[in-house]
Structure formats: C-alpha cells, structure tokens
C-alpha cells in the first residue's frame, strides 16, 4: 500500500499544483511534454526531475520560483553557489536592497583602502568578510526582484508585452 499523502511529506512541485487544484492528469496536459505517471513519480521524489521538465512545470504553474528551488536545493552545483530566494512583497524587497546599498555605500571607502594594495591582511579581513557579505544581500536581492517580477510577469500583473518591449530598448 502507497504511502498516504499529508501535508507534512508534500514536495514544493505537488504543493504547487495543488495550490493550483490542479489534477496530474489535468497539470500534465498542460505541461505537454511530463506524463501524469511521470509527474506523480517527481512529486514523490521516486524520480529526480529534469532541468527541462522543471522549466515547463515553473512556465506551466505560472511559478518561476519552482526554478530557484530546483537549482538551490536538488542541483549539487546549484546547492554550492545558488542561494534560495524567498518570494517577499516589492516594498519589503525595494526597503532590503536601499538598506544594504545604504550600508555599502558607508563602508566604500574601507573597501579601496583594504584592496587598493591587492591583498587581505589579517587586520583587514574581518571588514572585507562584513563587506563581502553585505554586496552577497545585494546579489540576493537582486535575485529576489527577478523572481517577483517573473512571478508577475507569468501571472498577468505585470504587462509582459509592455515589459518586454521596455527591456529591448
């Protein structure tokens, strides 16, 4: 006998569909290319989905966050250098990344003082790792608004024609 599913043991992809009330027989004839028995088997983690399948479900859902996941929690390279992004509010995304550029902007002259001679010295590196770590939150948010603004894009708030056409330029 299968296990039951609960709450508790729910992979992100199942979740999502749910959160959908989607069907797998439903979700894989819009995803085109992933079977209803194919889907239930990565939904269980029975099967390790592939990069391209992952692409469709995040495309199909409407979830690019399903990409970030993927990468920085499943990919063994992914899980080394891609940090996973929380889906935040705009005004709580805008309000992180002024306050970590407000805090770099602070300590710019530090940095050329510590690098300008193009080493670390042991009195310096607890500065530089403060820095480092504050331009990291900037990456981070940077990733953040990506993914608000792809999730908006998928979901209709944002114009994509309009937004595509403003990016071309």
């Known amino acids: 006998m299968g296990k039951k ?12 569909r749910e959160e959908l009330g ?4 439903y979700a894989s004839e819009q995803m085109g290319m992933i079977t209803p028995e194919r889907l239930e088997r990565i939904e269980n983690e029975k099967v390790t989905p592939d990069p391209k399948e992952i692409l469709v479900m995040a495309e199909t859902y409407g979830r690019p966050s399903l990409c970030n996941y993927y990468c920085s929690q499943k990919c063994p390279i992914g899980q080394q250098y891609v940090p996973e992004i929380e889906i935040k509010e705009l005004s709580s995304i805008v309000l992180e990344m002024l306050a970590s550029l407000n805090s770099v902007n602070k300590r710019k002259d530090r940095l050329i003082e510590i690098t300008a001679d193009g080493k670390i010295d042991k009195d310096e590196m607890d500065d530089f790792i403060f820095i480092q770590e504050e331009l990291e939150r900037i990456s981070i948010t940077v990733e953040t608004l990506q993914l608000w603004s792809e999730k908006m894009l998928a979901n209709g708030v944002i114009d994509a024609e309009a937004y595509h056409a403003r990016k071309r330029k």
């Open 5 to 16: 599913s609960t709450k508790e043991n729910k992979t992100k992809y199942h979740l999502v």
């Open 22 to 25: 989607w069907s797998r027989e």
